[in-house]
């Protein structure tokens, strides 16, 4: 393993150990030995991911005139799923084991190089038989003995008590079959040879209502999303908007990782948080406008336009997110990935993902799809139920449009069909059954996705703002200093309250009185065991940006002017300050929020 592996993997386990000793993170069930890819938060991160939660909240609806909320149910109709693609499609390829049935994904076998060992099966002195021929992957390197030992205790392991000890297991008529170069058909754990890859879908089945039969299945829903689209027509008809407009949810969503790793990154349970902002079709754009503006680069993308197309919404909603994570501290660990036509689903027209620099590597933290009307039209087309719009504008324009413009726009649109390299062309007569309805001013609006994940950024921020230093101590021991350099906005407590001395009535009294006053407004912490710089240091840890220390200057020992005045301490610079209570929450308020 190279050196730059082994510190990343260490940069993790310091993480990981971090959020468990401060309350940030735990594994689910642990008293039991832990459940596979769920994690709870304790108070800190329950905090923390309360604090991204609003940010996202408030930005992307609160702040914004043009986007609605919605909570909906974790469980609905499976004609949903069914609909979306979800029940046919949403699954990853896997091969199994023959050695153990443990399964990989397809694409996550690294190429490995050995010799082929194939053995016609195994017995015991219990009695056990296993009659199977099986074989295994003799890596270059790996001495045949402990080869040999690590074959029985898989079999062992997988047969359970009746083969009795691995160490006595006999492997039956050993061959070695050939030697193999960057071979992917063998487990990376196991080195068992690996069967046919096959679908398996990522959805956790569940059972609506006591009998519990086939009739009764539906699925923990997998993704946020489609309860936005299921509910369009109800939050459009119930809210006065018109295209375009976006509608936001933050939830739970499950999927049956078949490896979950890297501690939260990939969970089976975990929150997303999804924007769906349904916009015109582009030719309902130009109809209106007489144009589609083009994106070209440096193009702006402050304030939304009403000639802007889908091409200008996905750029204008990247640059968005982009700003958004810029304000929780994350700007400069991100990179873009715009996937290729040849990675796109065929109804997608774009799609970037928003990458983050991870201890195990950069990775996804958001996506950023131009998904066009698939969605809507899907659901419209399952449920049967009619999910147009109207746009008094557009029938408007589209009655001042003489016969050969309609026929220009059409003829656009038909040679736009059959230049299509995925998914098949729309025939001819749907497409002018399409622009009747459009001249008219009906149409399923598109959609732009920023789909974003709490629990991938509650661990990116913790990744990003982790620092350790070495210190040596007044009595020259050296000590490790952690420091969360997390961003006031999203740290779990904005501010440390400190009585100097915790013998001292005086202090202590005054100490309570500013915590008292903070604590309405900000998440805080009373401290008053330990040093001051033991207290400091403790709150460092936890990325606690600010400290506030009552002393005696605090209650007029050093004369009227300092009377009522606190130290305030700030985490990153170490600077502190002579602040009035009066002036405190003035001060912090701005910062924290
Ligand atoms: N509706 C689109 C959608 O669900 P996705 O790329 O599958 O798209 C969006 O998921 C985001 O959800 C990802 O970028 C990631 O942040 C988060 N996410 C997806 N699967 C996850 C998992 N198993 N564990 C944690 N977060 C996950």
Known sequence: MSTDAKNSIAQMEKIVSLCKRRGFIYQSSEIYGGCGGVWDYGPLGAELKRNLRSAWWNTMTREREDVLGLDASILMNPAIWKASGHVDTFADLMRECSLTNKRVRADHVEPQDGVVMKYSGATSPTGWRWDRTVSGLLKNGEHIESFRKRIRALIAQNAGESAGKPEEIELLNEEKIDAVNGSVDFHPETGGALGEARPFNLMLKTYLGPTATEADVTYLRPETAQAIFAQFKNVFDSSRVKVPFGIGQIGKAFRNEVTPKNFTF????????????????????????????????GADLSEPKPNWGWQMWHRYWVDQRTKFYEGIGLGDVLEYYWQTPADLAHYARACVDILCEFPFGTEELEGIAARGDFDLSQHQKHSTKSLEVFDEELKTAAAKLTPEQKEALIQKRLAAEAAKTKGEPMPEADVRAWFERLFKGNYVPHVIEPSAGLDRMALAVLAKAFSETEKVDEKGKKEVITVLHLHPRVAPIKVGVFPLLKNKPELVAKAREVYALLKKHMNCFYDETASIGRRYARQDEVGTPFGVTIDFETCGEKGPELLDTVTLRHRDSGEQERVKISDLLGKLLPLVS
């Open 266 to 297: 990939r969970s089976r349970e975990f929150e997303q948080m999804e924007l769906e902002f349904f916009i015109k079709p582009d030719e309902a754009v130009e109809i209106i406008s007489g144009e589609v503006a083009a994106w070209s680069e």
